[in-house]
């Protein structure tokens, strides 16, 4: 299994406070991606990164904002979280989303009350 | 706009039985097309497929992509309990780095 950790992989938390959601690799590859996942929206991409400090928008950025100071750490932030904010969030990562395939975390269940 | 879509979003069947799942899709300059199945955590790589007409095999699941009519089947031959999950389907265009995803296809095997 790709080396892949999300953390926390369960948050409860309050209308208008920030979270930090993490990503941390162990394979070295150059991708990574933030999804969100609802019934009825399947995956949807939120950010993706593809490079130290190269990130860019999917298609559900609003609300949110990512970083990647380190090859191996992906952090999703949401800065005022909404109740619409809660999901499931997934971290991949890929070598070259071109020729291989996406490897996903295990998912982070956040819910915002 | 780039799209994916697959049927049926959910399927019931027993167990023994063949299921065909579909996936169709409308992406700018297509590179490949993805299959994932997700049970209760991450979604597990399947299969990858670029060339239209070659069938991508691995034990009852078998996966092959219609490049001229757009679309990919997934077929699961004698189905058993455990193959009980949500299938995506998932397609990469050239034009940039990103992963559009379907919604999936929820399939349930009876004992």
């Known amino acids: 299994d790709a080396g892949i950790t999300q953390s926390p992989r369960h948050k409860v938390t309050e209308t208008g406070t920030p979270v930090t959601l993490r990503c941390h690799q162990t394979?070295?590859?150059?991708?990574m991606y933030w999804y969100r996942q609802d019934p009825g929206h399947g995956l949807r991409l939120i950010h993706y990164s593809y490079g130290v400090k190269d990130t860019d928008k999917g298609e559900v950025s609003d609300g949110y904002s990512v970083s990647r100071s380190k090859t191996e750490d992906f952090l999703l932030t949401l800065e005022s979280a909404t109740s619409s904010q809660t999901s499931v969030y997934f971290c991949?990562?890929?070598?070259?989303?071109?020729?291989?395939?996406?490897?996903f975390g295990d998912g982070t269940r956040l819910s915002i009350l | 706009e780039d799209k994916v879509v697959q049927s049926p979003l959910s399927l019931v069947v027993h167990e023994g039985d063949t299921v065909t799942l579909n996936c169709s899709y409308e992406?700018?300059?297509?590179?490949?097309l993805l299959w994932y199945k997700q049970e209760k955590k991450a979604p597990t790589f399947l299969f990858m497929l670029?060339?239209?007409?070659i069938e991508k095999k691995s034990g009852r699941l078998s996966s092959i992509l219609d490049k001229k009519e757009l679309f990919s089947i997934l077929n699961i031959t004698a189905t058993q309990t455990g193959d009980s999950a949500i299938y995506l389907c998932a397609v990469v265009g050239l034009r940039d780095d990103k992963i559009i995803f379907g919604k999936g296809t929820r399939l349930h095997i009876l004992p």
């Open positions: 670029t060339s239209s007409g």
């Open positions: 991949a990562i890929s070598e070259s989303v071109r020729n291989q395939p996406q490897h």
């Open positions: 992406v700018t300059n297509f590179r490949s």
């Open positions: 394979e070295n590859h150059r991708y």
